[in-house]
């Protein structure tokens, strides 16, 4: 390797960010700034070489200086660094050997792949998986002969009792949407990397289709896949009767306070503040960093992140942001007011949410469709970015996957093409009293 390829494959891990600060993490993005030996800076060199941009990326940088005396003050809290999306792809730190495999319920037509999958994972790659005991009760599977072979080779959990923190190396979801989003409640702290296939729905965030999944796992456990870094919103109940400085600093360093997480909930998509079953208008009071902002009288707000941007945001007319963006998207529902639009803000801000004083009633909050509970007068809800995010891979990449679901998800820009002029007829090209006559002739021959 010469001393040019050495040092760019230096400066391209010392300007770049890692997933996961956990040093017994079992993956990271190639980004990691960790002190890298010569057998890992020329593996970086050679994926460099695999996956080279046609171009560069030029974005601000937190470090940088403005002029001869200016630049940013030096803060250890700092919230975010821009990074380029191409760098982030997959590597273990060893081989996996743990996968929790989340299938859709109630759909009998996922059962057959199922069995497919863990019995080639079971069997093919020694793994030991995962699963929900729930699934190992349906009734129609276990009338299956290849899955009662490998029944009692699975690993069962129950969802609320046991804690799958530092245990699940890789997901893998079959089904829909919803997979994704259980996978992400199922871990609260740090996620691991999630393959989702698409055999629901919709399958805006399923990628993968089931057709050749031997090879595309095989890839993967390889280590050969790019990732979407799916951030998560960490939302914070706060009830009147607690103490009111209790959560104060949430968002005052890059670690989440551990006297917050018990009663924090992360959300992939969004949480929605409504009104209920009350008649009156939702009047809801915003606060962003402290400060007022606005109320919102109407149906409800919608705070959603990127990857959320594409589900109950954009059916309230919010517009569809990119995954990778850093930022957090306020919508309201129905509102009463003609000027009042979605709005994003930057991800580092913390939102706090409650009920006006003089609001006639109370509101309702969901998170990611579950949870729901009161909101009343005197609660607060406080909102801001994780700073553990679902690392999602890619069939492709970020780019390509992300404008491949619009399009066939939620048909993005369709419409019949307009025809070019050599396919109409010229009509330009003869006089009004011309085009008069071709039609009298017409005429006349019908009758």
């Not at 630049?71 to 250890?76: E, H, L, P, R």
């Not at 009156?280 to 109320?295: A, E, H, P, V």
């Not at 891979?393 to 996957?401: E, H, K, P, T, V």
Request: net charge negative; charged share 20%; aromatic share 8%.
């Amino acid at each position: 390797m010469s001393n040019e390829e050495m040092q760019l494959a230096l400066q391209m891990a010392a300007n770049s960010i890692s997933v996961e600060d956990d040093p017994d993490s079992k993956y990271e993005t190639l980004s990691s700034p960790k002190p890298l030996r010569r057998a890992r800076v020329l593996d970086l060199n050679e994926r460099r070489k695999q996956f080279r941009r046609t171009r560069s990326l030029n974005a601000p940088s937190p470090f940088q200086q403005f002029g001869p005396c200016g630049g940013i003050m030096k803060n250890s809290a700092m919230v975010m660094q821009i990074q380029d999306p191409a760098s982030q792809r997959l590597t273990w730190y060893k081989p996996p050997l743990t996968v929790l495999v989340i299938k859709k319920v109630c759909d009998a037509s996922v059962l057959t792949p199922f069995v497919q999958l863990v019995t080639w994972l079971v069997q093919e790659k020694n793994m030991v998986v995962w699963v929900e005991s729930a699934v190992l009760d349906d009734v129609i599977l276990n009338e299956d002969i290849k899955f009662r072979s490998i029944r009692d080779k699975l690993v069962t959990f129950k969802d609320g009792r046991d804690d799958l923190t530092d245990r699940i190396d890789f997901i893998v979801c079959l089904g829909g949407d919803g997979t994704l989003l259980y996978a992400s409640l199922l871990f609260q702290q740090s996620v691991p990397p999630v393959m989702a296939f698409h055999l629901g729905s919709l399958g805006f965030l399923t990628p993968f289709r089931f057709d050749n999944f031997q090879e595309q796992l095989t890839s993967i456990l390889e280590g050969h896949a790019a990732l979407t870094l799916r951030s998560r919103l960490r939302c914070v109940m706060h009830r009147k009767s607690e103490n009111p400085h209790e959560f104060e600093h949430a968002v005052d360093s890059n670690a989440e306070p551990s006297s917050s997480l018990a009663n924090s909930i992360l959300v992939l998509n969004e949480v929605v503040i409504d009104r209920g079953p009350s008649p009156y208008l939702s009047n809801i009071d915003l606060f962003l960093d402290g400060k007022y902002i606005t109320s919102v009288q109407g149906d409800g707000l919608i705070v959603s992140t990127p990857t959320g941007s594409t589900a109950y945001a954009v059916a309230a007319g919010a517009s569809m942001i990119h995954s990778s963006v850093p930022a957090i998207m306020v919508t309201p529902i129905c509102p009463h007011s003609l000027s009042f639009r979605p709005i994003v803000v930057p991800a580092g801000v913390e939102l706090k949410i409650s009920v006006s004083p003089e609001s006639r009633n109370t509101s309702w909050v969901s998170f990611d469709g579950r949870n729901r509970q009161e909101l009343f007068h005197g609660d607060s809800l406080r909102v801001t970015t994780s700073i553990y995010p679902v690392p999602s891979i890619c069939a492709q990449d970020q780019i390509s996957d992300w404008f491949a679901s619009l399009a066939d998800g939620l048909h993005w820009n369709v419409r019949k093409r307009q025809k070019c002029l050599d396919e109409l007829s010229d009509l330009t090209a003869s006089g009004s009293e011309d085009i008069f006559d071709e039609i009298e002739n017409t005429k006349l021959y019908d009758v």
